[in-house]
């Protein structure tokens, strides 16, 4: 599969909000970070390691049955609690606020605490 390079990646790490990163992505993973400080480059590199190792109710599953399982938990919760997206884009937030409204659930972040 080729290498997909994105040009003006906004990095939402920090609050410098650097927005010229290059991304370099073959087969749905990152390969490649430039234009990034070591803070960026460690959470973008490091942020998909989790994909390789999930599991649900202990065993070994794909990302779809993984999402299918968050899912449930997430509509037989009594009270959900979405909780951080400090290091998260503004279209990601948005995403998280309209599912956590379809739920009936609680947005919190981490300046209340």
């Not at 065993?59 to 919760?77: F, H, K, P, R, T």
Request: aromatic share 2%; hydrophobic share 40%; charged share 20%.
């Amino acid at each position: 599969m080729a290498v997909t390079l994105h040009e003006d990646v906004v990095c939402a790490f920090c609050g410098c909000l650097c927005d010229d990163l290059q991304v370099e992505v073959e087969n749905n993973v990152i390969r490649k970070v430039g234009h990034v400080c070591t803070i960026g480059r460690n959470k973008l590199m490091h942020a998909q390691s989790h994909l390789a190792s999930l599991r649900v109710k202990g065993q070994e599953a794909s990302l779809e049955e993984a999402l299918n399982a968050a899912a449930d938990i997430l509509v037989e919760a009594q009270s959900p609690l979405v909780y951080g997206l400090s290091s998260t884009t503004t279209e990601a937030i948005g995403e998280a606020v309209a599912l956590t409204e379809l739920v009936k659930g609680t947005v919190d972040n981490p300046s209340s605490y």
